[in-house]
């Protein structure tokens, strides 16, 4: 698997945007960057997933180099309810377990009025 | 559409009992994963089941410790003889299919296990 490397934690005031950057230098061609978040007490949420373009959804958007080897997950308007624990993921290549998510210690983003 | 649906939602055990922990799938899913968190860690995969079969248990404790899925029912994770070491929050997540690297997993709220 490839490894992500993120900031233990991260502060935004309510309203501006977040940005959660991730580094993943030994992403391979057919991988994908998957950012998931979990919100205290409950399970991972997904949020969004990308292979080499910038994606946007109503949740979020992500924006990866050209290079691959870095991402940027993108809360454009944070409110109080988006302080969790958010994963940045490089699903697994080979194999028959896609589902099988190697989650590391993730960014703590608190939202702070 | 109901979600991932694990229950309990709390289950205490003292050492030494079973613990069986349930998860129902999304309408629809054949595909489920199971995922421990210990305290102050991250999550850990843990199995990964299809209907009455298990696909890869890499991440599953060698002793104590089984899951199945069987074709009627819930997903079934179940831990013998508990330790207080077991003590964690356990995630179910569903997938329709065998998730290539397009799709994404559905979580449940998890059960949280403690043990005395």
């Known amino acids: 698997d490839a490894k992500t490397t993120q900031p233990t934690s991260m502060d935004c005031a309510e309203g501006r945007a977040a940005n959660l950057p991730c580094n993943h230098s030994?992403?391979?061609?057919?991988?994908?960057v998957y950012w998931y978040r979990q919100i205290h007490s409950q399970g991972p949420q997904y949020i969004i997933h990308?292979?080499?373009n910038n994606e946007t959804n109503e949740m979020a958007s992500l924006i990866i180099t050209e290079d691959r080897k870095s991402s940027t997950l993108i809360l454009p308007h944070a409110t109080l309810r988006d302080t969790a624990v958010y994963y940045c993921?490089?699903?697994?290549?080979?194999?028959?377990?896609?589902?099988?998510?190697?989650f590391g210690q993730g960014t703590i983003l608190t939202v702070h009025p | 559409n109901a979600g991932v649906m694990q229950n309990p939602r709390h289950l205490v055990r003292r050492r030494g009992q079973e613990a069986r922990l349930r998860c129902s799938p999304m309408?629809?899913?054949?595909?489920v994963y199971w995922y421990r968190q210990l305290p102050e860690e991250g999550l850990k995969f843990m199995v990964y089941?299809?209907?009455?079969?298990?696909?890869?248990e890499s991440g599953m404790p060698k002793e104590r410790f089984s899951a199945e899925f069987p074709k009627e029912g819930p997903s079934i994770l179940r831990i013998q003889q508990v330790v207080r070491g077991d003590s964690a929050a356990y995630f179910c997540?569903?997938?329709?299919?065998?998730?290539?690297?397009?799709?994404?997993?559905?979580f449940g709220s998890g059960t949280q296990l403690s043990v005395l």
């Open positions: 997540a569903s997938s329709p299919k065998n998730p290539g690297y397009n799709e994404k997993l559905f």
């Open positions: 030994t992403i391979s061609g057919n991988e994908y």
């Open positions: 990308g292979l080499k």
């Open positions: 993921i490089v699903r697994e290549a080979g194999g028959t377990s896609y589902g099988k998510l190697t």
């Open positions: 309408k629809g899913h054949s595909h």
């Open positions: 089941l299809q209907k009455e079969n298990i696909i890869d």
